[in-house]
């Protein structure tokens, strides 16, 4: 057996009830923001922002780091290998949901020598959620934009 894999075991037996928690529900919400992705008509999954909201609470960035922290985990070694949108849709509702207010998905793109690349990531006051800031930097922003209100939400 691999130290990576023998390190992982010694991990996860060492996990809290709440970082259990936080990635069994990255693990939910990472399968219905799949389903979400999948099933919405193309250009209804997103609504553009007039403005980037303000972070209204500093002290919810560390938990919004740790749901963070818990989708990318799940994304790499769960059972569904979840591409950027479907994290970004994932972490975005987990957010909503816990009340953590003035997170935004970004998107933007890049040009390398051979490729054109996209990516998608959340941003609450101004910092990347689980993401390297290397990396998202990397990428010229686009748009920001909130997740559109699903069926069951609209008014």
Partial sequence: ??????????????????????????????????????????GSLAIPLGRIPELTDAARLAEAEAVARAVSHVARFGPVRARCLVRAVALSRMLRARGIAGSVVRIGVRRTASEFDAHAWVELGGVALGEAEAHVRSFAALTTVELAPERAERV
């Fill in 1 to 42: 057996m691999s130290h990576r894999i023998l390190g992982l075991a010694r991990r996860v037996t060492t996990l809290s009830f709440a970082e259990w928690r936080d990635l069994l529900q990255a693990q939910w919400s990472l399968l219905v923001a799949h389903a979400i992705v999948r099933s919405r008509p193309t």
